[in-house]
């Protein structure tokens, strides 16, 4: 796999805490990336990652390209270019074709009808050709290291399945629990579906073999995995109670894009666990 890692520092004159912020999330993306790298390097799957930085504090400068190219791992470095905010988004979004994975880092956005990573990353998800793995973190400092309990909602959809291969990789790099978790919505039981034992009830059993299959599926990877399946009818609302719930350290979620507007359109359950600051999502967000 080649994985185009892309990383935007501060503008000018921003706060040192902003800064530090976005040190920090920078730092975490680069964790996560060399975390899957080390499992993926262990089955011997390829892994190369080339890093860009888009700077806002330089002027426009030549981007570099006499880097090295190597397996990343935590001690190895990727190759590395620069890119200046003038020449944003255009050469990022050229740089990053021919790659299996674009991945680059975020804060929480905030709540809003319509959502928003900043305009390089909206570009980068919504132009793009490529998959994108997005770390979206207020900037605490936390590490990839540190994960013991990795918590992954899924809804069954193919997007959502990926996204359970990265938590693995993470899982297995750290010996890390995987927490599948489903919301099912209640369905609308009539008097005739009580009188023939509960459509609510045939639907959460058959939810419940389905999770049970895919976490031994995962745990035939030597994940520790468990699953749960809870119901309600604010899917994103019961993701964040769980989150709160049980001491987790990673969120991860899959989504794909939605629409053929401008504007990020990953669903709403997706924007409202994106938007909360308590724990780190890493999103992997399908094309």
Not at 14 to 30: G, K, M, Q, T
Not at 54 to 63: F, I, K, W
Not at 138 to 161: F, K, Q, T, W, Y
Request: hydrophobic share 45%; proline share 5%.
């Amino acid at each position: 796999m080649w994985v185009f890692v892309s990383v935007i520092s501060s503008a000018q004159g921003s706060s040192p805490l902003l800064a530090a912020a976005e040190s920090v999330i920078s730092a975490l993306v680069a964790d996560v990336v060399a975390c899957i790298a080390t499992t993926k390097q262990a089955h011997n799957q390829v892994f190369d990652v080339t890093r860009l930085d888009v700077d806002h504090r330089t002027e426009p400068e030549p981007v570099l390209s006499n880097g090295r190219t190597v397996n990343v791992a935590l001690e190895a470095q990727p190759v590395q270019r620069r890119a200046t905010a003038q020449q944003q988004p255009r050469d990022a979004l050229d740089a990053a074709k021919g790659y299996d994975l674009v991945a680059f880092g975020a804060r929480p956005p905030q709540p809003a009808p319509l959502l928003s990573l900043g305009r390089l990353n909206d570009r980068i998800i919504h132009a793009g050709q490529t998959d994108v793995l997005v770390v979206v973190s207020a900037g605490e400092g936390v590490s990839c290291g540190d994960a013991s309990r990795i918590l992954v909602p899924i809804n069954g959809l193919e997007h959502s399945m990926a996204a359970i291969d990265v938590a693995a990789c993470l899982a297995r790099h750290n010996e890390a629990e995987v927490v599948l978790f489903h919301v099912a919505r209640p369905l609308i039981v009539t008097w005739a579906d009580s009188a023939y034992g509960g459509a609510d009830d045939q639907a959460l059993t058959s939810i419940t073999d389905v999770m049970r299959d895919l976490a031994e599926q995962v745990g035939g990877q030597g994940v520790r995995v468990t699953h749960r399946v809870r119901t309600s009818d604010d899917p994103g609302a019961e993701i964040l109670r769980e989150a709160r719930r049980d001491d987790y350290q990673l969120i991860v979620l899959g989504a794909t894009t939605r629409g053929t507007t401008v504007h990020l359109a990953l669903g709403a359950t997706t924007q409202e666990v994106l938007t909360q600051e308590h724990t780190p999502v890493v999103l992997l967000v399908s094309h």
